[in-house]
Structure formats: structure tokens, C-alpha cells
């Protein structure tokens, strides 16, 4: 098992929320470890926005690799990778892509249970989804490779009905699966938070959205772990934007300087 494999496990399991902060290249990163954030996790959405690509898949998973071998080039601290869908469309695909990751020194994975078909999202069936996973987990171990497969549960991104109780559901099919952490975007009640928290073993992960209760809250809630998205991306770009307008309307260049 890899060395960062193993600290980015044991950082789900301290008595503190992991802050993992979410990169779109390697200048990002780098300055996400020199403010002494403990791991990176990438954005897909963030990195796809900087290549000029929608999220969804539409970048090219050649080109993805090539910002994650440049993140891991100048990071030392574990590096997890959105890998959204799985970029491929058998569980043998999917794999082969999960290997590449895990070959290059990724420690974790983000994989989610929705598929796109049409322009349109929905949930996959679960337990054919936690099929691929057990059958990801098993070939991972078959070859003495380790990766933290924290496993999206979209629930709460596309509102499904009965949200709580899917959720409840979905978590157990996954853990069983082998799942190692659960991710749930867009989740914020307390309430909600607390059920989801009360229904798997796992580790459970949020991401910053509005509502979402400070980080004491969360830690008392039962959060391991809560991650940034592509936020902090588009709070950067949009300022690179206000900027960049305001040196034309003023003629000069002091709003960058």
C-alpha cells in the first residue's frame, strides 16, 4: 500500500474535519500545500472550465490525466481525483482508467452513481452500480493496489423524491460493496445530515454550498470530510473578470496592480 494511499485514509478518521481544498491545476495545488492543507482533491468541473470543456465528461480523460501527472508532480501530500462517471462505458474501462490513476501515485478516487444519457442526469441503478465498484475493489486488491473509492451519491444533487430514505439505502448497498467514503453534494440540512451520518459506517463527505453549517457543526454532526467544488474556482475567475473589465473602463492598469 502506498504511503499517501495510507495518510489519506487515516485523515477521515481523526478527530477533526478534513478540508480538502479542490484544484484545477498545478499552480493551484502547490498553493493549496503551501497554506498547509493536509490532501487535494481535484474539480472536474473546475478543470474542464480551465481546458475550455462543459463538466460532464466532455474533456478528454487524456487531457485530464495530463493536469493530474502535473499536479502530482509538484504536490507531496495525497492527491484524490473527480473522476466523475468513470470515463468509460463498461466496468472494464472504467477500471483500466481507475489503474492508470493508482499507477501514477493517486491516493482516492470521487466516482458518481449518476449517469448522463441525452444531455439529461440521472441515478443509476444501485445495486448495479455497487457492482462495479466491488468489482473494481477486488481487481484493485487482486494486484496489491490501494485507492480510497469515495463513492458520489448524486440523491440530493438531482432532489430525488424521498431523498433521506433513498439515501439510507444507497449507502448500504455501497458500503457493503466496499465503498470507502460516501459523498453527498448539495446535502445541508442538519437534520438531513445527521440521518445520512446515522446510516453507513463510512466516512461521509459534503461539499460548500449555501446553508451548509459552519465546520464546528459539521464535526459535530458526524462529518469527516468537506470539500470546496468548483467554487473557489469560479470566485477566482470571476475576480480575474472584474479585474481584467475594470483596467478597460479606467484606462489604466491600477486595479491590477
Not at 504536490?75 to 473527480?82: E, R, Y
Not at 443509476?124 to 473494481?136: G, L, R, S
Not at 454550498?209 to 459535530?220: G, N, Q, R, S, Y
Request: with cysteine; aromatic share 8%; hydrophobic share 45%.
Amino acid at each position: 500500500m502506498s504511503a499517501n494511499f495510507e495518510k489519506f485514509k487515516a485523515l477521515h478518521q481523526t478527530g477533526e474535519l478534513l478540508v480538502l481544498p479542490n484544484a484545477w491545476d498545478a499552480k493551484s495545488a502547490t498553493l493549496f500545500q503551501e497554506k498547509h492543507f493536509q490532501a487535494i482533491g481535484t474539480s472536474s468541473a473546475a478543470v474542464a472550465a480551465s481546458l475550455g470543456y462543459q463538466d460532464g465528461e466532455n474533456m478528454p480523460f487524456s487531457e485530464y490525466l495530463f493536469v493530474i501527472q502535473r499536479i502530482l508532480t509538484v504536490v507531496k501530500i495525497p492527491v484524490s481525483v473527480d473522476i466523475e462517471m468513470g470515463y468509460g462505458k463498461t466496468k472494464e474501462q472504467i477500471l483500466e482508467n481507475i489503474v492508470r490513476l493508482t499507477d501514477l501515485g493517486v491516493a482516492g478516487i470521487n466516482i458518481e452513481d449518476s449517469i448522463i444519457h441525452n444531455s439529461k442526469r440521472a441515478l443509476q441503478n444501485a445495486p448495479d452500480f455497487a457492482a462495479i465498484i466491488e468489482y473494481v475493489k477486488n481487481k484493485l486488491a487482486s494486484t496489491n493496489r490501494s485507492l480510497f473509492i469515495n463513492l458520489r451519491c448524486d440523491t440530493y444533487i438531482l432532489n430525488v423524491p424521498d431523498k433521506a430514505k433513498e439515501t439510507a439505502q444507497r449507502l448500504k448497498v455501497y458500503e457493503a460493496a466496499g465503498a470507502d467514503g460516501i459523498f453527498l453534494p448539495f446535502i445541508h440540512e442538519e437534520k438531513e445530515i445527521a440521518h445520512a451520518v446515522s446510516n453507513t459506517r463510512l466516512p461521509l463527505n459534503v461539499m460548500c454550498v449555501p446553508d451548509l453549517p459552519d465546520f464546528k457543526t459539521l464535526l459535530k454532526l458526524g462529518v469527516k470530510r468537506v470539500s470546496m467544488g468548483p467554487f473557489l474556482f469560479n470566485k477566482v475567475y470571476k475576480a480575474a473578470g472584474d479585474l481584467s473589465e475594470k483596467v478597460l473602463t479606467e484606462n489604466n492598469f491600477s486595479p491590477i496592480l
